[in-house]
């Protein structure tokens, strides 16, 4: 099995660095590949079962995406051929149709997805988010400058039970082609959820997986769920 983590160095916010070390203690065994900003993604020739990219800055927004373009045609033919994507934050951003500034002026994406994000950069929005995926409930947090726009319902990955999805009104957070999964979450997402981490494990292959530290992160999970339905709570409508 062969995991890539594309530019690491420049996609690692809001603690996703973590997010990767924790993927490789989840699979032990695979090969794990580190695509830094002037090197060719290892997906372009060669077989890659995991694709995972974190938040970027706004100009790390506009390097991977010039540094991805060359090659959206393969990205497509991944996504097509199921393989699992997990891409997470404003990450989410570079794939759709493009990312418009408070000036109106846009940088245009990868055109992966027909949505589009609008920044407002002296608006930052922090939340918490409750919602559902299958038939398990999902937990997570929200910081960002932009939200996404677009017709998701169809494609749409987590569906609200509080909390704003890609943007405030729309029922659906996230965006799911086939095993492609990208998400504003932060958490982080996988540490914060262990039954969606299994699902993840699942499609490359691992039933029923013993997770790292599986046993307090569940514990801490069930303290957060308790939290997160309480209606009281703030910050989740």
Same mark, same amino acid.
């Given at each position: 099995?062969?995991?890539?983590?594309?530019?690491?160095?420049?996609?690692?916010?809001?603690?996703?660095?973590?997010?990767?070390?924790?993927?490789?203690?989840?699979?032990?065994?695979?090969?794990?590949?580190?695509? /830094?900003?002037?090197? %060719?993604?290892? $997906?372009? +020739?060669?077989?890659? &079962?995991?694709?995972?990219? #974190?938040?970027?800055? @706004?100009?790390?927004?506009?390097?991977?995406?010039?540094?991805?373009?060359?090659?959206?045609?393969?990205?497509?033919?991944?996504?097509?051929?199921?393989?699992?994507?997990?891409?997470?934050?404003?990450?989410?951003?570079?794939?759709?149709?493009?990312?418009?500034?408070?000036?109106?002026?846009?940088?245009?994406?990868?055109?992966?997805?027909?949505?589009?994000?609008?920044?407002?950069?002296?608006?930052?929005?922090?939340?918490?988010?409750?919602?559902?995926?299958?038939?398990?409930?999902?937990?997570?947090?929200?910081?960002?400058?932009?939200?996404?726009?677009? /017709?998701?319902?169809? %494609?749409?990955? $987590?569906? +609200?039970?509080?909390? &704003?999805?890609?943007?405030? #009104?729309?029922?659906? @957070?996230?965006?799911?082609?086939?095993?492609?999964?990208?998400?504003?979450?932060?958490?982080?997402?996988?540490?914060?959820?262990?039954?969606?981490?299994?699902?993840?494990?699942?499609?490359?292959?691992?039933?029923?997986?013993?997770?790292?530290?599986?046993?307090?992160?569940?514990?801490?999970?069930?303290?957060?769920?308790?939290?997160?339905?309480?209606?009281?709570?703030?910050?989740?409508?």
């Amino acid at each position: 099995m062969t995991v890539e983590f594309l530019y690491p160095s420049l996609a690692n916010l809001y603690g996703e660095a973590v997010e990767m070390r924790y993927i490789e203690k989840c699979l032990p065994d695979a090969k794990v590949v580190k695509t /830094e900003v002037n090197d %060719e993604p290892y $997906f372009v +020739n060669n077989d890659v &079962d995991f694709i995972y990219m #974190g938040p970027l800055t @706004e100009r790390g927004q506009e390097i991977a995406i010039e540094k991805l373009l060359p090659y959206k045609e393969r990205i497509v033919e991944l996504i097509n051929e199921n393989k699992v994507f997990l891409i997470i934050g404003n990450a989410l951003e570079v794939f759709g149709s493009y990312i418009e500034n408070e000036d109106k002026t846009k940088l245009n994406g990868l055109a992966i997805f027909d949505t589009h994000a609008e920044r407002r950069m002296m608006n930052r929005y922090n939340s918490l988010y409750f919602g559902s995926f299958e038939e398990m409930k999902i937990v997570g947090f929200k910081a960002q400058f932009s939200h996404s726009y677009g /017709e998701n319902e169809s %494609e749409g990955l $987590f569906k +609200n039970i509080r909390g &704003d999805g890609l943007h405030p #009104g729309s029922a659906f @957070e996230g965006i799911r082609r086939n095993n492609f999964f990208a998400t504003y979450l932060l958490g982080p997402l996988l540490i914060l959820n262990p039954d969606f981490t299994k699902y993840l494990l699942s499609l490359l292959g691992i039933e029923n997986a013993s997770l790292p530290c599986e046993k307090d992160i569940r514990l801490a999970y069930e303290k957060r769920l308790k939290e997160f339905e309480n209606p009281k709570k703030e910050y989740l409508g």
